[in-house]
C-alpha cells in the first residue's frame, strides 16, 4: 500500500465498524421489555429509529445550534423521544440509565478484537469515533477492545465529519495527517477523513443495519486498504498473526 | 477503607508515581551526551534542572499569562534554555527531538504495570497527568502500562493542581469525584483531588529526586490509601493477586 510505512496510528470509527450496535441494542431492548412487561413493540424498529436519531441530534451540534453535549446526553434525549412516540411511561430514573448505557455495552464483530490487537503491536491504536471517553471506555472494557487512547468527538470537539474531528485527533497524537489512518465502515466518513489528509481503511459491514442493509455494502472509491474484517487491515499492514 | 464501594476509577499521577522520570532521564541524556562527545556535563544535574522547570512553565499557563499548551511543547522550551545555560549547541533538530522524547520513554518503578493489572480487572484506570496525550500514550506503549483511557490536562485543559483537572476529568468519565480516588507520590496533588471530593491513594516514592530526596517521604494527610506500591494500592482496594 502506497504510504503506508508513514502510518504511525489507525483509528477507528466505532458504532457499526467495530461492534454490532443493531444486534446488541435490539438483544438487550427485548429482554428489558420482556422484563419490564412491555408488549407489542418492535424492538429491532425501536432500535433503528434510535440509531436515526443520531445524525439530527448531532447536527444540532455541528451547526452551533447548540454548544458541544456529548453523546450520552444526546442518546439520553433521543430515547425520550421515542419513549414517548411507543407510549412507554413510567420508567425510572434507574431503567433509563439502563437503557442509556445499552451504547456502552455494545459486542464487538467476531474479528475485531484479535484484529486489533494484531495491530496494537505496531501501531497506536485508538477509536475515532463521536462517542464520548465515558461510553468508549466502558465500551472497551465490557467488550475487550484494546485501545491505547480513547479519541474522538470529545477530545476534538467536533462532531465527524467536521475536518477538526481528525485534524484535532491527528495533532493529540503529536501526528501529520498522513501518519494517521482512519478503519470505517462507511464511505462518508473515509471520504472526509481522506480530505484533511489521512489514510483510509474500508472494512465492510454488510449487516450493519440488519438483513436489509443497503448502504456501504461495498467501497465507492479506492481506498487505501479495503477489506472485510480487521485482520484483513493487519494483513494490509504487515503485522504478524500469533 | 472508608468509601472504597463507590470508587470506580483509579486516575494516577504519573511523572514520578508511575514512572520513575530521574533515573530514565540521567540514563538516556547520559547515553546522548556519550554518543555526542559532550563532556564535562553532570547529566544528574541536567535532568534535575530540566525538571526544576517544569511547574514554572505550566505556571504560565495556570495563570492565563499563556493559552493551554502541551508538555511536549514546554519541556521542548526548557530545553532549549537549558542548552543555552550549558552551552551545549549545533544540536540538529532530530537531536533536540530525540531529547524531548525522554519523556516518552521513561521506565515504570518496578512495581508499577503488576499493580495496574491487578486493579484494571475491578475498576476503570487512566493517567490523570500534566502530560499530553501523544506523551502519555507513547509512554503505555514503552513502559506497558494497561491505561483503559488516557486524561489529564489535555482533556481537562487546566494543569494540576488546579480544580478543573480533577473535576473535569471525574466529569470525562460520567463519574462524581467520590466515585474517582487519585493515586499520587505527592501531598499536595492529593490535597488538591480531595479539595474537589477525589478519594486518595498515597504511594511513597522515596527516592523520586535521587538518593537525596526530601520531600514527600512520608504521608502528610490521613490519606484513604497510604502504602509503598501499586501491588498495595490494589490490595488495599481489595483486587485478586494472580
Redesign the interface.
Known amino acids: 500500500m502506497a504510504g503506508r510505512d508513514d502510518v504511525k496510528a489507525l483509528v477507528f470509527d466505532v458504532f457499526g465498524t467495530v461492534v454490532d450496535w443493531r444486534t446488541s441494542c435490539i438483544r438487550e431492548l427485548t429482554s428489558f421489555g420482556n422484563a419490564r412487561g412491555i408488549k407489542n413493540v418492535n424492538w429491532a424498529d425501536f432500535a433503528d429509529e434510535w440509531r436515526g436519531l443520531y445524525q439530527p441530534s448531532m447536527e444540532e451540534v455541528r451547526t452551533k445550534r447548540r454548544e458541544f453535549t456529548i453523546l450520552?446526553t444526546l442518546h439520553r434525549e433521543s430515547l425520550v423521544t421515542l419513549l414517548r412516540r411507543y407510549d412507554i411511561s413510567l420508567l425510572s430514573e434507574h431503567e433509563i440509565e439502563h437503557l442509556v448505557t445499552i451504547w456502552h455495552r455494545l459486542t464487538p464483530w467476531p474479528d475485531a478484537v484479535e484484529g486489533l490487537y494484531r495491530l496494537k503491536r505496531n501501531f497506536?491504536i485508538?477509536p475515532l469515533s463521536n462517542g464520548?471517553?465515558?461510553?468508549?471506555?466502558?465500551m472497551?472494557?465490557h467488550g475487550g477492545l484494546p485501545?491505547?487512547?480513547?479519541?474522538g468527538a470529545?477530545?476534538a470537539q467536533h462532531y465527524k465529519p467536521e475536518p477538526e474531528a481528525y485534524s484535532r485527533t491527528a495533532q493529540?497524537?503529536?501526528?501529520e495527517p498522513h501518519e494517521c489512518m482512519l478503519v470505517a465502515a462507511h464511505n462518508d466518513d473515509l471520504q472526509a477523513a481522506a480530505n484533511v489528509g489521512f489514510r483510509t481503511g474500508f472494512v465492510v459491514r454488510p449487516t450493519e443495519h440488519g438483513p436489509n442493509s443497503t448502504k456501504d455494502q461495498s467501497a465507492t472509491r479506492a481506498w487505501d486498504i479495503v477489506t472485510d474484517s480487521f485482520n484483513g487491515v493487519a494483513d494490509a499492514m504487515g503485522c504478524a498473526r500469533y
Open positions: 450520552d497506536i485508538g464520548n471517553i465515558g461510553l468508549l471506555t466502558r472497551a472494557k485501545w491505547d487512547v480513547i479519541l470529545e477530545v493529540a497524537l503529536n501526528l
